[in-house]
C-alpha cells in the first residue's frame, strides 16, 4: 500500500504566501514523476507544476514566476512554494505521485486526499 499525505494549506491574504508538502509513504521501489494539480469550485483539474525523478520541472502559465516546486528525493516529499498568491489561485490543490511499488510493479499513479488553499482579504 501506497500513502500521501499532504499539508500546508490554509487561509491567506492576496500577495501572501504558503508552502504545501506531500511524502509518500509505504511500499515503495522508485519515485518518478511528482506535482500538484488544483481544482477549483465549478472548474475542471488543472495541472499547475510537475518535477521529474531528474529535477526537471514544468508549470502552468498562471503560475510561471510566483510557485517552484521542488522534491526530496530521500523523504520521497514534493513541496509547492506558493508566492505572491492570488483569488484566482483558490482552490484544493492535489498531490500526485507516480512510482512503481516493487520491482516487478508497474508504474502506477497515486494522489492525495487534498488540501484548500483560499486567497482572501
Known amino acids: 500500500q501506497v500513502q500521501l499525505v499532504e499539508s500546508g494549506g490554509g487561509l491567506v491574504q492576496p500577495g501572501g504566501s504558503l508552502r504545501l508538502s506531500c511524502e509518500a509513504s509505504?511500499?515503495?521501489?522508485?519515485?518518478?514523476?511528482m506535482g500538484w494539480y488544483r481544482q477549483a469550485p465549478g472548474k475542471q483539474r488543472e495541472l499547475v507544476a510537475r518535477i521529474t525523478r531528474g529535477g526537471i520541472t514544468n508549470y502552468a502559465d498562471s503560475v510561471k514566476g510566483r510557485f517552484t516546486i521542488s522534491r526530496d528525493n530521500a523523504k520521497n516529499t514534493v513541496y509547492l512554494q506558493m508566492n505572491s498568491l492570488k483569488p484566482e489561485d483558490t482552490a484544493v490543490y492535489y498531490c500526485?505521485?507516480?512510482?512503481?511499488?516493487?520491482?516487478?510493479?508497474?508504474?502506477?499513479?497515486?494522489w492525495g486526499q487534498g488540501t484548500q488553499v483560499t486567497v482572501s482579504s
Open positions: 509505504g511500499s515503495i521501489f522508485t519515485v518518478y514523476s
Open positions: 500526485f505521485v507516480a512510482l512503481q511499488s516493487t520491482a516487478a510493479a508497474g508504474p502506477l499513479q497515486y
